[in-house]
């Protein structure tokens, strides 16, 4: 899937507010343009009613309310929520597998 914002073609500005379905054409908030929906723009995979004009750094396309911060060290990625929460159960996974094998290793008596 190719991932497609919508962009205003006067200043290059990008659409961010949610698009119903149907809807032709937006005006940029920007500079008051008019920005042509296209008929294959996608949808939003948990809101299929809403065209998706934001952009998950892990997956596709979904819309604005989708879309989640993910702070990381060196700077903030933009996540839908369905790759928030996978980032968040490979954070816990590592954090308890590190702490078995902590505890494995505290048990072995070094003392021979």
């Not at 659409?15 to 296209?38: D, L, T």
């Not at 939003?44 to 989708?66: E, F, G, K, M, Q």
């Not at 954070?91 to 021979?112: H, M, P, T, V, W």
């Amino acid at each position: 899937m190719e991932r497609q914002a919508l962009i205003c073609p006067v200043c290059g500005a990008p659409h961010r507010r949610a698009v119903p379905s149907g809807i032709v054409q937006v005006k940029c908030r920007y500079c008051g343009a008019s920005i042509v929906v296209p008929a294959d723009a996608s949808r939003c995979p948990n809101h299929p009613d809403i065209l998706a004009t934001a952009v998950c750094n892990d997956c596709s396309s979904c819309c604005r309310d989708c879309l989640s911060a993910y702070d990381l060290q060196d700077g903030v990625l933009q996540l839908s929520s369905n790759c928030l929460a996978r980032r968040h159960t490979d954070r816990a996974k590592a954090a308890i597998y590190f702490g078995i094998l902590a505890a494995l290793l505290g048990d072995i008596d070094y003392s021979n």
